[in-house]
């Protein structure tokens, strides 16, 4: 339509955030045309701007619908809205995209099938009947196929596929659910599936995903080219198939990721409310951990003993139907080596995952960047995020202020880094630990990444304190101005101040494994004093001798042996220790005892993992460990249906500062494990009773300082027995108490928290 430029008025929209790769574009051009408005819509680097004119009242309409009717996968981070002088534009048109400019975001996450593709996918009468690579504008392939800005086809790794007649017709079509999706695509024009075998050579087949089919339930491994990477695939109710992975992918006792067919299926292996489920059925389809039923159908070596099931339903259409063939949940884990990067190319699948995989699901639409499956957990009714990946990168943190370009390079576990700009924070998808050569590739080359899509040019970066992080030495090479370092435990509380947007008084509670702290102690339960953006450390769990290093982490037996001591004394100590660690020789308790006393090899360290580590071998349930945080995963566990209890601690002030005094939690465990009480009764005791020492601490520096809230951050907080005690607990004291909901807990969330306390310092914040 031509519109009369009398009583015509006109807006300008900028919307800024998770705004392209989700129908953003197409819901605009709906809604205009609705709403009777003449104007246009473009992407450009980072925003959608619009131009809509016509009658003032519909106008109005179409503001208030705008708002209320944004797309689902969408997430506005900043909207602005002015007037504009009418153009007498005739129509509305989706314009081309514009390259130039910032580009201050958004690179879209990627998006869970939708009802629509998925109905589709199981309609014999539709041309993209059982086509595993069906999406719209409303679902699919984002982040992972994209290689630059603005997000177009010819920008993605679809752009190999020109789109078939019938294709360019749905994409050109305003009404059409396809109206300008980039992966569009259908069997006559898109990517295809092929399969190999274990040695690489091509089997011949008309029906490949029949051929994967048969494989699993002949309890094969499958590696499966999906969204991010590859993943290896097995039959979840096949003990010797679960089995077989554990050992050729090196992963003793890690549980797996099952993947379920529809929530029903679910409900058979775990117990999940209504708020799971809608986490499940969620875009983002993230795998959530929730309790497990005893009477599941799920093989005892998913699991290995713990008591939660890593759950999560079908994401792509590939998965739907090897889940509708199998007719049964499917162990869906990462496809790499354990502590290697996830493999994505099909010449590098094959290479890196032969001998693991005994059959080979490949397709020819290239992944551009790797992302593993994210991981959460349900706190009240809320995401709680455990690894931040699929479904969820890049999407942005939204800042309370816009600052300039800066980065933080994150830790050397659970990696991430995070760019700053502006108002946004985007954080990495999850890299991994950097112990391993190939790690450091990936994160490397996913930094590049990440810069060159931003056009970032970071003013600062910010590492870790500890001087052997491969990312301390690599912030020499991160291209920033300037270079500061934060300690690792204040990283965590700038990261939930981030996360939460809160900006004022407040205690901070920082439980983790370990890090280096600024006088020289291993830190890891920490208390701090917040106001606004400055955080200074205000109390700690008392110090006690950690023996060994990273072999305490192997061995939680020497953490506990180091506690006997301290409580008990040496000739006592090790009489316990010969008593509670039946399966430790006496010659290797004798010599971690003279280390402690010799000061061989040993630090001081008021680390909460490690306490928990040490519980956990004194109660009988790991004396060593095979992964990073077994031990407090066990002692977790087993506390889910004891009786509740208190073990007695003190709260004492030592060199100014409030120290949480431990030893008569210590002497308690040893003393109920030495009784032989149950495991479950001493570890529902333990958490119950750290819970009140957290609350008790926090509350007194709450008072002291005026505060009326209490943020909680560090990997120990991922203990959602010893989370929602303390939770319970501030609120019983009228204290408000402040969690992650954007990014974990964990060491995965503290490129955040530097990101956002170099931003601070180079706005002079």
Not at 78 to 103: E, M, Y
Request: charged letters at 25%; aromatic letters at 8%.
């Amino acid at each position: 339509m031509t519109p009369n430029r009398v009583g015509i008025a006109a807006i300008g929209i900028t919307a800024r955030g998770v705004v392209q790769g989700v129908g953003f574009r197409p819901f605009v051009h709906r809604l205009a045309a609705r709403c009777g408005l003449a104007g246009w819509v473009e992407n450009t680097p980072g925003s959608v701007v619009i131009h809509v004119e016509g009658d003032a009242a519909a106008l109005s309409r179409f503001r208030a619908m705008f708002r209320s009717e944004i797309p689902a996968a969408a997430r506005v981070t900043r909207l602005s809205v002015r007037k504009a002088a009418p153009t007498g534009v005739p129509g509305f048109t989706i314009r081309a995209s514009r390259r130039d400019g910032i580009a201050f975001s958004t690179i879209p996450p990627d998006i869970a099938a939708c009802p629509e593709c998925l109905r589709e996918l199981a309609d014999p009468a539709d041309r993209r009947h059982r086509y595993p690579f069906t999406n719209c504008t409303n679902c699919g392939p984002r982040f992972t196929i994209v290689a630059s800005l603005p997000y177009d086809r010819e920008r993605t790794s679809m752009a190999g596929f020109p789109m078939c007649a019938a294709c360019r017709k749905e994409y050109g079509d305003p009404l059409d659910r396809r109206f300008h999706a980039e992966p569009n695509a259908c069997p006559a024009c898109g990517p295809r599936l092929s399969v190999r075998g274990g040695d690489g050579a091509p089997v011949e087949t008309d029906d490949p995903i029949g051929v994967a089919t048969r494989a699993i339930l002949g309890g094969s491994i499958v590696a499966v080219r999906g969204l991010g990477g590859f993943q290896l695939a097995a039959d979840a109710t096949n003990d010797d198939a679960v089995r077989a992975l554990r050992v050729r992918k090196r992963r003793e006792e890690k549980p797996f990721a099952v993947m379920f067919r529809d929530v029903a299926s679910v409900r058979a292996a775990a117990r999940i409310e209504a708020a799971d489920e809608a986490i499940l059925r969620s875009p983002r389809a993230p795998v959530l951990l929730a309790p497990a039923r005893t009477r599941s159908p799920l093989a005892p070596s998913v699991s290995a003993g713990l008591p939660t099931a890593g759950v999560f339903l079908p994401y792509t259409p590939l998965h739907r139907m090897l889940l509708d063939r199998t007719d049964r949940p499917l162990v869906m884990t990462s496809g790499n080596v354990t502590d290697e990067p996830i493999a994505i190319g099909n010449d590098e699948a094959m290479s890196r995952l032969r001998g693991i995989a005994d059959l080979f699901l490949l397709h020819d639409r290239e992944v551009v960047q790797r992302s593993d499956d994210s991981v959460v957990r349900r706190v009240g009714r809320g995401i709680y995020p455990i690894r931040r990946a699929r479904g969820f990168v890049p999407a942005p943190v939204v800042l309370p202020r816009s600052f300039p370009d800066v980065v933080g390079l994150g830790g050397e576990l659970k990696n991430t880094f995070c760019f700053v700009k502006g108002y946004a924070a985007y954080p990495s998808q999850h890299i991994g630990d950097l112990e391993q050569a190939p790690a450091r590739d990936f994160y490397e080359e996913a930094y590049r990444f990440f810069r060159r899509f931003l056009d970032a040019r970071p003013r600062a970066a910010c590492h870790d304190l500890h001087p052997a992080y491969f990312t301390t030495a690599f912030a020499d090479r991160a291209g920033a101005d300037r270079l500061f370092a934060l300690q690792h435990h204040k990283a965590h509380i700038f990261s939930a101040l981030a996360d939460t947007g809160f900006d004022g008084k407040a205690v901070g509670v920082a439980f983790d494994g370990t890090g280096y702290g600024e006088d020289g102690a291993i830190w890891g339960g920490e208390f701090f004093a917040i106001d606004g953006m400055d955080v200074r450390r205000a109390g700690r769990l008392a110090y006690f001798p950690l023996p060994g290093g990273d072999a305490a982490v192997r061995e939680p037996w020497r953490t506990a042996l180091s506690l006997l001591r301290e409580t008990l004394g040496a000739a006592e100590a090790e009489r316990a220790a010969r008593e509670l660690f039946p399966g430790v020789p006496p010659d290797s308790i004798r010599l971690v005892l003279d280390a402690l006393e010799k000061k061989i090899n040993v630090a001081p360290t008021s680390s909460a993992g490690r306490l928990f580590d040490a519980v956990a071998a004194i109660c009988g349930l790991c004396a060593r460990s095979s992964y990073e945080g077994q031990a407090p995963m066990r002692l977790e566990g087993a506390a889910a249906r004891a009786a509740a209890g208190t073990y007695p601690f003190t709260l004492a002030e030592e060199d100014g500062q409030l120290a949480v005094d431990w030893s008569g939690l210590v002497r308690g465990t040893v003393a109920d494990a030495r009784g032989r009480l149950p495991a479950g009764t001493i570890s529902r005791r333990f958490h119950d009773s750290l819970a009140a020492a957290v609350v008790a601490a926090a509350s007194r520096l709450a008072e002291s300082a005026g505060a009326r809230h209490v943020v909680l951050s560090g990997g120990v907080f991922q203990n959602v027995t010893l989370l929602s005690r303390v939770l319970s607990g501030l609120r019983k004291r009228k204290l408000s108490p402040l969690i992650h909901r954007q990014v974990p807990a964990n060491d995965g969330g503290i490129s955040l928290g530097q990101a956002y306390y170099a931003a601070a310092q180079v706005a002079g914040g």
